[in-house]
């Protein structure tokens, strides 16, 4: 098995995300930055 180290800052946003993702308040929020997100490619 492969032991892979994390980019402790890119573990913390995406453990951010999976919050933000719960939150009823900031879902429009994450919506929009996956939408600019996905504009740019």
């Not at 180290?5 to 009823?24: C, N, Q, T």
Request: aromatic letters at 24%; proline letters at 5%; a positive charge.
């Amino acid at each position: 098995m492969v032991r892979r180290s994390y980019d402790p800052e890119a573990y913390a946003f995406i453990r951010y995300l999976l919050k933000v993702k719960w939150d009823p308040a900031k879902r429009h929020w994450i919506f929009s930055f996956f939408d600019d997100l996905l504009k740019k490619f």
